[in-house]
């Protein structure tokens, strides 16, 4: 009971922290307040990858209630124009990095990492793919089950973040062994991982049942970070779900928040906040 008290006031004083000293992340860009008075509720921010290869399906996501962060694919259609309504109605905007799977004949999309990228195609790649994605504050991977395992990528990777200085990375853990969460701490980045994903199995009940998951996570641990994707059973949850939060005593609060309070907290705290075990693995790379 004492190490979740002082848990509870160490993340309120973060948030206060943050609230005083936080600039607004870009110009037009809406930062969602987190009230004081409730300042010591778990915190939940919620990831919806895989945008941009559906128009509709991506509008309805920018259409749900609270700061759901939009984590975009480049190159695809609607990557632009989602990044840019995602942004006009204050949600926060990531690219959705493609990186290679362990499956060698699977290709993770257009802009995708691979085993063969050399550190310079790589800095290249980054490039292209932020163009793609405007607004993007961060990064988070999309498949890269075999890359992010890889010590020399993703030390490229991260350095590359790092002296941009002005991007956080989500490790989104498509395999336990993923080290890229650690390579962005090493680097300097700002970084967090994924705790739950909500539809590995697009059905209802078990989305239903990822989501207490991860407020189970956020009420033990101070906060939890859950990714789904644009499906159609994950947005009708979502859709009656997401304002019930609240009455529960949850607050839905934009990624960077979190972010930004891990960079508050002190070392021992954000070891234990940042880097516990993520409760559910994904199905596939």
């Known amino acids: 009971m004492r190490v979740a008290s002082r848990s509870k006031g160490l993340m309120a004083i973060a948030i206060v922290a943050v609230l005083l000293v936080r600039a607004p992340l870009a110009a037009g860009q809406v930062n969602t307040p987190v009230d004081l008075a409730l300042s010591t509720a778990p915190l939940i921010a919620l990831i919806i990858d895989d945008m941009g290869n559906q128009r509709l399906p ?3 996501v920018i ?3 609270g700061p759901v962060t939009c984590a975009i694919m480049p190159h695809t259609s609607h ?47 980054l490039d292209t793919n932020l163009r793609s994605v405007p607004h993007s504050i961060g990064i988070n991977n999309h498949m890269g089950s075999l890359i992010t395992r890889h010590p020399g990528h993703m030390r490229w ?17 498509t395999t336990p062994d993923s080290i890229a969460y650690v390579s962005a701490i090493e680097a300097g980045v700002p ?22 998951r991860l407020k189970q996570h956020a009420t033990t ?14 947005l009708k949850f979502l859709e009656s779900e997401l304002e019930n939060l609240r009455l529960e005593g949850f607050r839905l609060v934009p990624l960077s928040v979190l972010i930004e309070i891990s960079m508050q907290s002190d070392a021992s705290q954000k070891v234990k906040l940042l880097d516990s075990k993520p409760l559910a693995e994904p199905v596939t790379g």
């Open 221 to 234: 641990h101070g906060f939890a970070i859950g990714i789904g994707h644009p499906y159609p059973e994950t």
């Open 157 to 173: 990777l991260m350095e590359e973040l790092a002296q941009r200085g002005d991007l956080f990375f989500v490790d989104s853990v």
């Open 58 to 60: 991506g509008l309805q």
């Open 63 to 65: 259409n749900l209630a």
């Open 79 to 125: 990557a632009t124009y989602l990044a840019e309504q995602a942004y006009a109605a204050g949600k926060e905007v990531i690219l959705h990095l493609p990186m290679q799977p362990v499956e060698m004949q699977r290709i993770a999309g257009p802009g995708e990492i691979s085993i063969d990228t050399d550190r310079q195609e790589l800095n290249r790649i």
């Open 191 to 212: 970084a967090a991982r994924r705790h739950v994903f909500l539809d590995n199995v697009q059905d209802a009940a078990a989305i239903a049942l990822e989501f207490t």
